[in-house]
């Protein structure tokens, strides 16, 4: 496989589940990002892993829980959701260092509905 | 607070040219980038802009001026599979994306 991955694609959890989403990036890089989109709004950035170390957490509440075991691998646990968290959850990477654009490659997100 | 405007929406004519106007606000300035999206897909890179003037890829064109907090992305020569949302994000003296809530193409033939 190439580029990034996400896996499901989608997924319907009530409020008392427990689910987990995983993103895989096969391009080497060495960050990775966790966004929420909802409808006709920005990107909002969750987390920020550089060299597999949590760099940013923008206010997200404490029901959802990144981890990142390697920097190949992220996964968002979910649990306690509320229905305002029915969003689409995209995953990138990028390579950051002297010289990198920066550039973020994304995988084609996770459709989550909560009931 | 840090801000990044572009409309919401824009409509166009197969193998016309558009203009999507994007301006920001950021706490610092590291780049500025647009991305394509179609419906129910993964945005995609587009351009990159870091110095002030015009990059040229194929159909595709992007301005900064950094002066002004302003870009715009060029489309030429539009076709019915350019209809998608435009993300414009720039990148702060963090070095994290703001982003813009994306601008939706309508192209009609």
């Known amino acids: 496989e190439t580029g990034v991955t996400q896996t499901p694609r989608h997924l319907v959890m009530g409020m008392t589940n427990k689910k987990s989403l995983k993103c895989e990036q096969h391009?080497?890089?060495?960050?990775m990002y966790w966004y929420k989109q909802s409808a006709k709004k920005p990107l909002e950035l969750m987390f920020v892993?550089?060299?597999?170390?949590?760099?940013e957490n923008n206010s997200v509440p404490s029901r959802f829980s990144p981890e990142c075991p390697n920097s190949s691998h992220l996964f968002l646990h979910l649990h306690t959701l509320q229905p305002e968290d029915s969003a689409l959850y995209l995953c990138?990477?990028?390579?950051?260092?002297?010289?990198?654009?920066?550039?973020?490659?994304f995988g084609p997100g996770t459709r989550l509905t909560v009931t | 607070g840090q801000n990044i405007d572009q409309p919401t929406e824009m409509t166009a004519t197969e193998g016309a040219i558009v203009q999507i106007n994007c301006t920001y606000q950021?706490?610092?300035?590291?780049?500025l980038f647009w991305y394509q999206q179609h419906a129910g897909e993964a945005p995609t890179f587009l351009s990159y802009?870091?110095l002030d003037g015009l990059e040229e890829k194929g159909r595709f064109s992007s301005f900064l001026s950094r002066s002004k907090g302003y870009s715009y992305l060029l489309l030429k020569e539009l076709q019915m599979k350019d209809s998608a949302s435009y993300l414009c994000?720039?990148?702060?003296?963090?070095?994290?994306?703001?982003w813009g809530a994306g601008t939706k193409l309508i192209i009609k033939p």
């Open positions: 990138a990477s990028s390579q950051e260092g002297p010289g990198s654009s920066y550039e973020q490659y």
């Open positions: 391009l080497g890089h060495n960050a």
């Open positions: 892993y550089s060299l597999e170390e949590r760099v």
């Open positions: 950021t706490s610092g300035f590291n780049g």
């Open positions: 802009n870091v």
């Open positions: 994000a720039v990148r702060d003296s963090n070095y994290q994306l703001i």
